[in-house]
């Protein structure tokens, strides 16, 4: 008799990860590059589902596939090559183009916004060598120094205003957590993080902490589950409002302050968009959000 399965509950997103391999580092076509990074998502997406379903053996296999295609080091390599690509560049350019009106408040002081980039790839970004900001990188896999290996979701909370950030970067970070719930406890947690406190002295007025969310387009134009109007109800549920957005043919690019105001709704995973062409991208928010340091 087959032994029965026990649904398994994702506690963190490394979890809902696979192994890591070291690969060779070959040149990628775009082409290539693209259906490396399709292909990493598609099969994250079936693991996830296997996790869940506490079917280890499809686990296995599913790992097995996923270190076959190079495992997460040679997604991010991917990633990395088609910042021309499916990253459309280095998306904190248009970042630092956005908040440069509050940057520019900061010069002559020794003040800098602190900044937490979430899966970020390189230290040497629009971002990190901006002089008016204090950047704080983290990814799952380090690249390389300067960016410290951790799992956001397994991120110690904030025990102080110093522990938080002016600023996180979600830069195609969201559509890589292969689940709807994980994808609302992401965003549900970036709350935690965020503080419009500054050291006496510091010349900012009437600063709302930001959060600067990219995904592909897809996720919100073509999705089943999620349109621009969901989501942006989704984000005023946990106290966000938009301040920027801008949607090319592969991104949506998106500015969101935080105003500690949230009215916590739920989100279940509903279809809003039917079609044979769409995609399940989803977002659910399935319980109100905890209180950050910045509520207490």
Known sequence: MTAKKTPKKLSQLSRGRPPTLRAGRPALSAKATRNLIRSHHRLLKARAQALEAGDDDLVRKLDSQIQANGGLESYQLASKIGQSLERGGDTSKLLIEWINSTLRELKGTPFKLRVLEVGALSTKNACSLNPFLDVTRIDLHSQEPGIQQQDFMERPLPASHEDQFHLISLSLVLNY????????????????????????????????????????????TNSRYLT????????????????????????????????ATPDKMLFKKEVINPGRTRNNFAIVLRDSLSASVSET
Do not use: H
Not at 192 to 200: A, E, G
Not at 236 to 248: D, E, M, V, W
């Open 177 to 220: 957590v292969p689940d709807a719930i994980g994808r609302g406890e992401m965003l549900k947690r970036c709350v935690n993080f965020l503080t419009d406190v500054f050291p006496s002295g510091c010349p900012m007025t009437g600063f709302k902490p930001l959060l600067f969310l990219v995904l592909p387009a897809a996720c919100v």
């Open 228 to 259: 621009e109007e969901k989501l942006r109800r989704i984000m005023s549920s946990i106290g966000f409002s938009l301040a920027r957005s801008k949607t090319t043919s592969k991104l949506i690019y998106q500015l969101w302050e935080y105003s």
